[in-house]
């Protein structure tokens, strides 16, 4: 259970494992002082993310060039 | 003591009044940084950012046991709820073939150039660095918006590998970016 907390903070469960996660974060203090850790995570990210949106549609990580 | 659990029995005349007196105190508390933080997810599109705000600390009012968690840590749950709502708006926009989108949100997808250039490209490093197991699976949820079951489909691998995968992946990550400054 514990290892849903990446997936949890990317928001990439599904709805219904999303919320599974949430109900186990209420209880679980590792789960919480990791939430806290990986909080900033997406944003960083999310760099990747918009940089990328400029150029067409390249996949994010091309390895490819 | 944080103004959101304050004790409020009885200063109110019914439990809308109540209500609304809690969200006005969760956007005055949160509200600001919270559309500062999505205003960068939505392409700088406004209104999809109030809205987001609105639906979180609505969301955040109906669970608010959680307001009772330390400052920091209502923080990090807020981030996450905004972001699935985010998220989900972006796959609704996604599957509606018409929408057009105005060509000048790429363009301010990119506002403050060289800074965000260059985090952009040490995020890009640290992803290479990782295993190529743990690389692919944050290509194939996150950087894709996609969920862990569809990953999974497409990676030809049980959900429960991808979950676990990420995990491991994610703690890399953050380990690798904390190490080059750029994570808390
Ligand atoms: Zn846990």
Redesign the pocket.
Known sequence: ??DG?AAYVLGVLDEEEHEAFER?LDT?E??QAELLELAELPDQLDELKNASSTSDDDPPMSMSR | MCPVLGHLDGRFESADAEAEHRIAVLYQEFGGPLLRHVRKSTGNDLQWAEDVVQETLVRAWRNSARLQWEPSLIWAWLLTVARRIVIDGRRRKSVRPQEVEPPEVDMMAVPDGSDRALSAMVVADALRSLSAEHREVIEQTYLRDRTISEAAEILGIPPGTVKSRLYYGIRALRELLRDKGVAG
Do not use: E, F, G
Request: hydrophobic content about 30%.
């Open positions: 259970m514990h907390v186990h679980c590792r789960c």
